[in-house]
Structures are given as structure tokens and as C-alpha cells.
């Protein structure tokens, strides 16, 4: 599958850290660290209304998808390099989730 580059505009491009997408939806978002993200795509596999595979194989956030706080958060679960956070709110602290990376 191929992500089309020409709606970038509405997403977040990696900043300082490495963190990609952190698009936000009634407080709630999603941040993939591209420093940690190896393509695995358990997430995409897990929500894929939430995440897709960019152009370089990594994890991107979808905000604009059709899913469920609880999908993001078992996606990020499930990423063996925790390189999904999920951020409750704008105000909380974020909650790195997934496994531990060896």
C-alpha cells in the first residue's frame, strides 16, 4: 500500500526526537517515534483505520481515521519497540505504551 505524500500538510513531520504524526482528536493523540519505529506493522495489522505504512515503511498516525481510542491504544500495545505513544490529553502526561524493546 502506498501512503500519498500530497496531504502532508495535515500531518505533523518529524520534529526534534524523531517523533512523527502527533495529531491530535478531542485530547487524544498518537506520536510514532521514527527513531524507534522498524516497520514491523503489528499496528497497521491492529487498527489499521489508526495507522498505515508511510513511503519509507514506517508506522504513521491517522487522526483523521475511522477508530477507536481503544484500537490506538492495542496498537501501541502491541508494538514489540515501543514506538507508540498515547497521549490521553493535552494536559496529561504521555503514556509510552507497548513492550519493552530488548
Known amino acids: 500500500m502506498s501512503h500519498d505524500t500530497a496531504g502532508a500538510a495535515d500531518h505533523a513531520p518529524g520534529s526534534a526526537?524523531?517523533?512523527?504524526?502527533?495529531?491530535?482528536?478531542?485530547g487524544f493523540r498518537a506520536e510514532v517515534s521514527l527513531d524507534r519505529c522498524t516497520g514491523t506493522g503489528r499496528c497497521v495489522l491492529t487498527a489499521p483505520a489508526a495507522f498505515r505504512f508511510t513511503d519509507a515503511l514506517v508506522s504513521e498516525f491517522d487522526p483523521h481515521g475511522a477508530w477507536t481510542r481503544a484500537q490506538v491504544r492495542a496498537a501501541a500495545d502491541s508494538c514489540p519497540m515501543s514506538a507508540i505513544t498515547v497521549i490521553e490529553d493535552e494536559q496529561g502526561p504521555a503514556r509510552p505504551a507497548g513492550r519493552t524493546a530488548p
Open 17 to 26: 526526537g524523531g517523533v512523527g504524526d502527533a495529531q491530535r482528536r478531542g
